[in-house]
Structure formats: C-alpha cells, structure tokens
C-alpha cells in the first residue's frame, strides 16, 4: 500500500473527526471560551509589569522624642516626606500607630498588611552624625505580601536617602547644582533596555507558552480521548475491518487533533494581539511552523498513553497526571530560572519547556530559525524517539 | 468459503476459544449459538480480524486471516453487536465515509450507498443526524454499512439484539434476501433461537469456548427426539398429583413437566405414546381438554446437550444504555 493511498485515508478519518467536531455545537463554543479564560485568569490575577501594590495599609509609629528643643523633630520631616512621595503612587494607605505593641496587634487582627516604627533616639542619632534607623515590621504569615512591602519601603526610604543626602551636600557647598549634588550622593545611574523596542508586559511573556501548552494539550488530551471513545463506541472496528492500513488511522486522528489544536492556538494569538495588546515581533508562520513541531514531539506521547490506557477516563486522567506538572514545570507561567535547582533539572527533560521557549524567542524577541536550533533539535529528537516507541505499541494495541 | 482449525484463543488465564474447528461453505447461513460468554463474538471478532488468535489457523476464501488480513477484509463485511456509526454524521455521511475506506470510485460510492439507503428504506433520511434515528433505523444502518464493500462473507453479531419483533423480522428477511439473491456467505452469532432456527441454514452451538454440536436446525432436533420420541402437550382440566405420578411412572414417558395447573409437557417414545398416554389419563378420570404433539425446539436441544438453559446469561446483555452517549432523553424521528 502506497504511502498516497495512506495519507488520502488518513485525510478521510481527519476530515471525519473535524465534521464531527463542527457538529458539536457546545465543544465549538468550549473551544473558543477555553483558551479566552486561560488567557484573561493569568493576565488579570498576575502582577503586570511596574508598581506591583496599591493601597497596602501600613501603620506608621513616630516615638521619635527629638532632640533638645528643636520644633520640628527629624521623625516629623520622614513621615511627612514619605507622605508626600505616597500621596503621587498610592501604593500604601497610611495610618498612624501608638507603639510597636500596637504594630504588632494591627497585624495580628489583620488590619495592616506591615509597620514603619521610628525609634525615639531618631532625631538624636541624625543629630550627632549617625545613621538613623529605621524599623520596618512585617507580616510573616503572609511571605509574598511582606516581601512586596519590604521591597517598597526600601526603595522609598532609599529614595529619602538620596534627597537627604543631596540636601546635605548642597547644604556642605552651596555652590554645587542639584544635578551634581546628586552625581557625588549615587554616582551610578541604571538604564534599562530591552532587545526589542516598548515595554513588554506579563502577557507578552505568558502568551506563547499558553499557546505552546494548548495546542499540545489539546493533542495530547484530545488523541487519546478520541481514540479511546471510538473503542468504547465501536466505531473504531469499522475503521479496523476496511483494508487500510492502521498507521492511517492514527495519522488521520492526529491530523484531526491537531488541526483543532492549532484552531485554539489562533484564537489565543488573535485574543492575545486583539485583546491584551500583546505586539509579536517573529513570523507568524515560524510561530504555526514552531506549534506543528510541537504537536509532532508529542504526538508520540499522547499515542503511548492511548495504548495502555482501555477506556476513555483513564485516559483522561493519566494525560492530566502528565500535563500538570508539565504545566508549571515548563516555563509557562513563572519563568524557570525562578525555581530552585531540582525543579530546573525536571523542567529541562520536558519538550513543553523548549517549545514553549523557542514560541517565546520568536513572537517577543523577534527570534528567527538560526536562533532557536538548540529548541528545534531537542523537539525533533524527542517526536522521533517518542514516535519510534509509539508506532509498533500501537499495532500491538489495536490486534490483541 | 471459511475454514477454521483449531481455533484458541486466551485470555490472560481465561480461555474464550477451546480448539474450535469448522467449516462453512460458499453461500450458506451459519449460526452460532450460544449464551454470552460462550465464545461466539471471539470468535467472529477473529475471523473479521479484528483479534489475533492465540492458536490454530482460519482463512476466508483462501487467505489467511493473519497473514493476509488486508485481502481478507476486502472480502468481509461486519454487523457489530455495537453499532458502527457516528452520531454527528447524517447517514449519508456515514455510509460515505465508511465506504471512502475502501477503494471504491466515488461515483459507484454515490450510487451504492443511494441504492442501500432505497432498500432499508432509510432514502428519507439520508440527510438526518443518525444520533437521532431510531433503533430499528440505526440496526438497518449498521447492516447497510456493512454491505458498501459488496463483502462475499458478512459476519452478523446478534443482529436482533434490543430490536422490536417487527424489526427483529426485517432484519432476518433482509438477510435471507440477501443471501439468496447475492449468494453472500453469512455468519451469525445469536442467543436467541428464533434467529438460529429461521436464518440459519447449519447452526454450531457454542458453550464455553467449544462447539458441542453441529448440523442443521432438524438434524440438531433429532438429537432430541432420537427419531421415534413425540413430544406432547397435554391439557386435562382436572389435573391432580396422582395423575402426574401415574404418568411419570407410564414405560413408554421419559419426561414430565407441569406447566401450569391445567397441562402437561412430556416426552414420550414408540408408536403407542398416544394411546398409552390418553389411557392413562382416562383411567384416572381426567377429563382431556386438549392434546398437542409439539416438535422439539433448539432450547430443547440446548438444554440437553449443555444441561443448562440458554436464556440464564443472555438477557443481561441488551444494552438498556445504547443512546447514553448521545445523551438522554432522544428525539426520534419516525
């Protein structure tokens, strides 16, 4: 048997699966309002780009009991400077507290997510030439939000350094400008650019790995669940009795899949540019080429687990057991080099990791095919080895 | 036409096959018979290559079901017991895409399938969703289906299964018809002795993987009967247990069995069974009311080769939930 004569059986079965698919009115729909939910909960839930808080409650304790008889205390000057500097982000809602213990009660009760103690010896430290100290109190129940605030008070009080110190400096030599005051206090200034020109936000960089996750997902789900549901129906023994070669069958079904794989991969580009303003900078035949490459180096897998598994629900339930960790192992959501060695180790083994990296080179870096062989390689090994496993399993499965 | 030796098949420890072995001629009807479980499903799942045996050999028209499995399909048609169907296809599509599988011109294609669609009068329907068809119309579809390829041998899994009477016959004269005027050899599995008894021309009873008996439907009767035994139904308006035993005790009765309050089944031999028995009766005082000589049924046959009834598994198996996937409750057309 010609291999024309299997690809033209193997279009048939395909073409059968998308008719079938069309007909099914309410999984059309699901298609669609799937990828449009994964893409609205990650965008919306997760932190995007800049200032990452807004209206945290602090409390703020001034015990700060001056020096001498100066009017004006040096705790005063900080809490209204840091006033000032809030009133233009917003990022605190400010209140004021009686103690530390009191602090410490707010946070307790829940009604302030951190604390700004200023110590009664304040004033006299500044006074007689030493650093006045600061005393931040955090939530330690809740790690992420203590952290954020860390992070911002940080960068505040820093920001107040740097303003004192200018004014200091300025105050030593009343000759030197503001601009240079500030050249002597932070001698280094960072800038920061990008490889491609804007500001790419959180969806440009979860955009490609959920459309990689997908696609790949809709195979690997969709093939088994397919295969294993026309076993079950018996539709499958018409296909088995008419002389064509079982290779056709499979083809045909995958072709099936991932024709409906690559259906929802466009719709979260077109959600993705359309909706949340994601900007792609490769070509977008690469990116459908790059989702092709994908499915292939899956496709094996999802054939695999199609064998050993003998009805429908089991083999839902082993495709998710796989696709989970692959989820958050691959990249998709936080980036890799985030998670701690041994996960980074897993994360390597996983073709999702590398298709979904070489998606992101190409629609956020512009990336063309010379830059991405390492991906190109790992996935064509990996669809090659996985598919020279699958095939023979395959027959054995369908003549026991 | 078949020929199958020494057919095993195993599984895991269970044996569904034991060492089967028969042959089936060129145009002829042959049934299965047998409970669920006898074996009978394994056994046309192997020969329309749809599972490998664990030993011995069987061809179809010369090929080897193994080894040539591709020209054996050629050659076969199936009627599943599960119907081969897509439930999001009308039925053209699905006659359509079966025959697609098969090398067949499409313009023949085209023509085939109108002409089988005209002869299980489905012509209205061929732009339905089969999801909504009845059973009866989704039977004569699975069996229409199996016939796109024009198959010298069709294989028939419990073709009346969960179907009507009424269906239950067209089914069996569209196979008879199809038998006589295509010259189709047919096989078919069933557990129910109306099908064996009317459709087919030789009948294997299977139990537990082995045939015990094969011959036509009279043949297997005789097997019973042992030629000169009469079988009788006897009614008798004043029935009592002193007549019963006076009957059982009768040297020319083999058998008695109380059907209701007023008759008698039993089964007597030589010439002088009529006579014996109605003297008996009289002597008695029992007044008859009615006396019937009944020939003896395939179920007779079953139960004394097998020594148990056909009937005690084969109910379970009429799949209550056939539509399940289509979802409940269905909208029939008809």
Same mark, same amino acid.
């Given at each position: 048997?010609?291999?024309?004569?299997?690809?033209?059986?193997?279009?048939?079965?395909?073409?059968?699966?998308?008719?079938?698919?069309?007909?099914?009115?309410?999984?059309?729909?699901?298609?669609?309002?799937?990828?449009?939910?994964?893409?609205?909960?990650?965008?919306?839930?997760?932190?995007?780009?800049?200032?990452?808080?807004?209206?945290?409650?602090?409390?703020?304790?001034?015990?700060?009991?001056?020096?001498?008889?100066?009017?004006?205390?040096?705790?005063?000057? +900080?809490?209204? @400077?840091?006033?000032? /500097?809030?009133?233009?982000?917003? $990022? %605190?809602?400010?209140? !004021?507290?009686?103690? *530390? &213990?009191?602090?410490?009660?707010?946070?307790?009760?829940?009604?302030?997510?951190?604390?700004?103690?200023?110590?009664?010896?304040?004033?006299?430290?500044?006074?007689?030439?030493?650093?006045?100290?600061?005393?931040?109190?955090?939530?330690?129940?809740?790690?992420?939000?203590?952290?954020?605030?860390?992070?911002?008070?940080?960068?505040?009080?820093?920001?107040?350094?740097?303003?004192?110190?200018?004014?200091?400096?300025?105050?030593?030599?009343?000759?030197?400008?503001?601009?240079?005051?500030?050249?002597?206090?932070?001698?280094?200034?960072?800038?920061?650019?990008?490889?491609?020109?804007?500001?790419?936000?959180? +969806?440009?960089? @979860?955009?490609?790995? /959920?459309?990689?996750?997908?696609? $790949? %997902?809709?195979?690997? !789900?969709?093939?088994? *669940? &397919?295969?294993?549901?026309?076993?079950?129906?018996?539709?499958?023994?018409?296909?088995?009795?008419?002389?064509?070669?079982?290779?056709?069958?499979?083809?045909?079904?995958?072709?099936?899949?991932?024709?409906?794989?690559?259906?929802?991969?466009?719709?979260?580009?077109?959600?993705?540019?359309?909706?949340?303003?994601?900007?792609?900078?490769?070509?977008?035949?690469?990116?459908?080429?790059?989702?092709?490459?994908?499915?292939?180096?899956?496709?094996?897998?999802?054939?695999?687990?199609?064998?050993?598994?003998?009805?429908?629900?089991?083999?839902?339930?082993?495709?998710?057991?796989?696709?989970?960790?692959?989820? +958050?192992?691959?990249?998709?959501?936080?980036?890799?080099?985030?998670?701690?060695?041994?996960?980074?180790?897993?994360?390597?083994?996983?073709?999702?990791?590398?298709?979904?990296?070489?998606?992101?080179?190409?629609?956020?870096?512009?990336?063309?095919?010379?830059?991405?062989?390492?991906?190109?390689?790992?996935?064509?090994?990996?669809?090659?080895?996985?598919?020279?496993?699958?095939?023979?399993?395959?027959?054995?499965?369908?003549?026991? | 036409?078949?020929?199958?030796?020494?057919?095993?098949?195993?599984?895991?420890?269970?044996?569904?096959?034991?060492?089967?072995?028969?042959?089936?001629?060129?145009?002829?009807?042959?049934?299965?018979?047998?409970?669920?479980?006898?074996?009978?499903?394994?056994?046309?799942?192997?020969?329309?290559?749809?599972?490998?045996?664990?030993?011995?050999?069987?061809?179809?028209?010369?090929?080897?079901?193994?080894?040539?499995?591709?020209?054996?399909?050629?050659?076969?048609?199936?009627?599943?017991?599960?119907?081969?169907?897509?439930?999001?296809?009308?039925?053209?599509?699905?006659?359509?895409?079966?025959?697609?599988?098969?090398?067949?011109?499409?313009?023949?294609?085209?023509?085939?399938?109108?002409?089988?669609?005209?002869?299980?009068?489905?012509?209205?329907?061929?732009?339905?969703?089969?999801?909504?068809?009845?059973?009866?119309?989704?039977?004569?579809?699975?069996?229409?289906?199996?016939?796109?390829?024009?198959?010298?041998?069709?294989?028939?899994?419990?073709?009346?299964?969960?179907?009507?009477?009424?269906?239950?016959?067209?089914?069996?004269?569209?196979?008879?018809?199809?038998?006589?005027?295509?010259?189709?050899?047919?096989?078919?599995?069933?557990?129910?002795?109306?099908?064996?008894?009317?459709?087919?021309?030789?009948?294997?009873?299977?139990?537990?993987?082995?045939?015990?008996?094969?011959?036509?439907?009279?043949?297997?009767?005789?097997?019973?009967?042992?030629?000169?035994?009469?079988?009788?139904?006897?009614?008798?308006?004043?029935?009592?247990?002193?007549?019963?035993?006076?009957?059982?005790?009768?040297?020319?009765?083999?058998?008695?069995?109380?059907?209701?309050?007023?008759?008698?089944?039993?089964?007597?031999?030589?010439?002088?069974?009529?006579?014996?028995?109605?003297?008996?009766?009289?002597?008695?005082?029992?007044?008859?009311?009615?006396?019937?000589?009944?020939?003896?049924?395939?179920?007779?046959?079953?139960?004394?080769?097998?020594?148990?009834?056909?009937?005690?598994?084969?109910?379970?198996?009429?799949?209550?939930?056939?539509?399940?996937?289509?979802?409940?409750?269905?909208?029939?057309?008809?």
């Amino acid at each position: 048997m010609g291999a024309k004569t299997l690809l033209s059986h193997s279009f048939r079965i395909a073409w059968k699966d998308i008719l079938e698919l069309y007909r099914n009115k309410l999984g059309l729909v699901l298609l669609i309002v799937m990828p449009l939910f994964m893409m609205a909960m990650v965008g919306f839930i997760y932190p995007t780009g800049g200032s990452s808080a807004s209206n945290l409650p602090v409390a703020i304790v001034d015990s700060d009991a001056g020096y001498h008889n100066s009017t004006i205390t040096a705790g005063q000057t +900080f809490t209204s @400077v840091l006033q000032q /500097i809030n009133s233009k982000t917003d $990022m %605190m809602k400010l209140t !004021t507290a009686t103690s *530390a &213990a009191d602090i410490k009660n707010l946070i307790q009760r829940g009604d302030i997510e951190g604390g700004i103690l200023i110590p009664s010896n304040f004033s006299a430290s500044l006074a007689s030439g030493e650093q006045g100290t600061v005393v931040i109190i955090t939530d330690q129940s809740n790690p992420q939000v203590s952290t954020t605030i860390e992070t911002l008070l940080s960068s505040v009080f820093s920001e107040m350094s740097t303003m004192m110190a200018q004014h200091n400096v300025q105050a030593l030599s009343p000759t030197i400008t503001a601009n240079d005051s500030l050249a002597i206090v932070q001698p280094y200034k960072v800038q920061t650019q990008g490889v491609v020109p804007g500001a790419p936000n959180y +969806f440009d960089f @979860v955009a490609p790995g /959920i459309m990689a996750m997908v696609v $790949m %997902m809709s195979v690997m !789900t969709g093939l088994p *669940a &397919a295969i294993s549901q026309e076993k079950e129906v018996g539709t499958m023994d018409g296909m088995m009795v008419a002389p064509i070669n079982r290779l056709s069958i499979i083809l045909g079904k995958t072709l099936g899949q991932t024709v409906r794989g690559l259906f929802q991969g466009l719709i979260i580009l077109v959600l993705a540019v359309g909706l949340f303003g994601v900007t792609i900078q490769g070509s977008i035949p690469l990116v459908f080429g790059l989702l092709l490459l994908g499915v292939f180096s899956f496709v094996g897998l999802g054939i695999v687990i199609t064998s050993f598994a003998k009805d429908q629900q089991t083999a839902t339930m082993l495709m998710m057991t796989l696709m989970f960790p692959m989820m +958050f192992l691959s990249g998709i959501f936080f980036p890799i080099q985030q998670m701690p060695w041994y996960m980074q180790d897993i994360s390597k083994v996983l073709p999702l990791t590398y298709a979904s990296s070489a998606l992101r080179k190409v629609m956020v870096l512009g990336a063309g095919i010379p830059d991405i062989t390492t991906e190109l390689t790992i996935l064509i090994v990996f669809g090659v080895v996985m598919t020279a496993i699958a095939v023979p399993v395959f027959r054995r499965m369908m003549t026991r | 036409m078949i020929r199958v030796e020494n057919l095993t098949k195993k599984f895991g420890d269970f044996t569904a096959l034991d060492d089967v072995s028969f042959d089936v001629e060129k145009g002829e009807i042959f049934g299965l018979l047998g409970p669920n479980g006898a074996g009978k499903s394994t056994t046309l799942r192997i020969l329309s290559t749809l599972a490998r045996p664990t030993k011995g050999t069987a061809s179809i028209g010369g090929y080897d079901i193994v080894k040539d499995d591709t020209e054996v399909r050629k050659l076969i048609g199936i009627v599943s017991e599960k119907m081969i169907m897509y439930d999001r296809l009308t039925a053209r599509e699905n006659l359509w895409f079966f025959g697609s599988l098969f090398e067949i011109p499409s313009d023949v294609l085209t023509q085939r399938i109108d002409e089988l669609l005209e002869l299980v009068q489905l012509t209205k329907w061929k732009k339905v969703l089969v999801g909504t068809f009845s059973t009866g119309m989704r039977q004569r579809m699975n069996v229409v289906r199996a016939l796109l390829n024009m198959p010298r041998v069709l294989f028939l899994d419990e073709p009346t299964l969960g179907l009507d009477p009424q269906s239950s016959v067209e089914i069996r004269e569209f196979v008879k018809k199809l038998n006589r005027e295509n010259g189709t050899t047919i096989i078919v599995t069933t557990h129910t002795m109306v099908d064996a008894d009317m459709l087919c021309d030789r009948i294997a009873i299977v139990d537990h993987g082995k045939v015990v008996a094969l011959d036509t439907s009279a043949n297997l009767k005789k097997l019973i009967s042992g030629g000169d035994s009469t079988i009788l139904k006897l009614g008798v308006a004043n029935l009592t247990a002193d007549l019963l035993e006076t009957l059982r005790t009768l040297e020319c009765v083999r058998s008695v069995s109380q059907e209701n309050s007023t008759h008698v089944r039993l089964i007597a031999r030589g010439d002088d069974a009529f006579d014996s028995v109605i003297d008996a009766v009289r002597s008695k005082g029992g007044k008859i009311a009615s006396i019937e000589n009944l020939q003896p049924t395939l179920e007779d046959v079953f139960l004394h080769l097998t020594g148990h009834e056909v009937r005690d598994s084969a109910d379970q198996k009429i799949p209550l939930e056939r539509h399940r996937r289509f979802g409940a409750p269905q909208r029939r057309v008809r």
